[in-house]
């Protein structure tokens, strides 16, 4: 099973081993894999020896709305700007799926 311990792990970067793929990642750090692809930029599956960044804190996915925008979303959510930006791009269409962080209870 795969382990990505956070204190083990302190520069939030993991290296792909042989076997690998983003959805037993994810699971493994708790985010979407969709989080893992765009933090990532990756258009192909990772391959061994690749390095990844592994984003921090929870995740989860919302659909957006008419009238959303990257920072109308970002600060309903308690995200910068810019790393709204980096996950879900500059432009919000209704129905796209956004990458957002948990809200802290």
Do not use: H, W
């Not at 659909?63 to 600060?75: F, L």
């Not at 810019?82 to 996950?87: D, I, N």
């Amino acid at each position: 099973m795969l382990s990505l311990e956070k204190d083990k792990n302190p520069l939030g970067v993991y290296q792909v081993k042989r076997g690998d793929d983003l959805a037993a990642i994810g699971r493994a750090i708790g985010v979407p894999e969709l989080a893992l692809v765009r933090l990532n930029r990756l258009t192909r599956p990772p391959q061994e020896g690749e390095l990844l960044l592994l984003p921090e804190g929870e995740f989860t996915l919302l659909t957006a709305a008419a009238g959303d925008t990257p920072s109308s979303v970002a600060a309903a959510c308690g995200m910068r700007a810019e790393e709204f930006v980096l996950f879900n791009g500059e432009v919000v269409f209704p129905g796209q799926a956004l990458l957002v962080r948990k809200k802290q209870a």
